[in-house]
């Protein structure tokens, strides 16, 4: 029930229609048999030259000086935020502890 049935070869292969060559064929037959001409190599590209002038390095350096100014200006001002957040968040708490200290001593 579960061998299982291999189907049987049309025609076995004889020595003449083998698909394996001797070795002495395989040395006399040339490496390729299309016959084709190869196909002609393309010219190279020229590649154009980036001139850089002292005014585009100038605007360059200047981008790249306001970027890194503005980058770090938010990022101060973002801990700036977070640095008044948490004080003010201390301040309640002793406002409310004092509160509630104060609401205890009264009874």
Request: hydrophobic share 50%; proline share 13%.
């Given at each position: 029930?579960f ?48 001139q850089i ?9 200047v ?10 200006a ?18 309640c ?15």
């Amino acid at each position: 029930m579960f061998s299982p049935k291999y189907p049987t070869p049309d025609i076995a292969p004889t020595p003449a229609t083998s698909l394996v060559r001797p070795p002495a064929v395989l040395a006399r037959l040339p490496a390729c048999d299309c016959h084709q001409t190869p196909a002609p190599t393309p010219a190279p590209v020229p590649r154009s030259t980036v001139q850089i002038t002292p005014g585009a390095l100038i605007a360059v350096v200047v981008g790249g000086t306001v970027v890194v100014l503005v980058v770090g200006a938010v990022l101060v001002s973002m801990l700036l935020a977070v640095a008044i957040t948490g004080a003010s968040v201390a301040i309640c708490a002793v406002v409310l502890r004092s509160l509630v200290n104060h609401a205890d001593k009264g009874r």
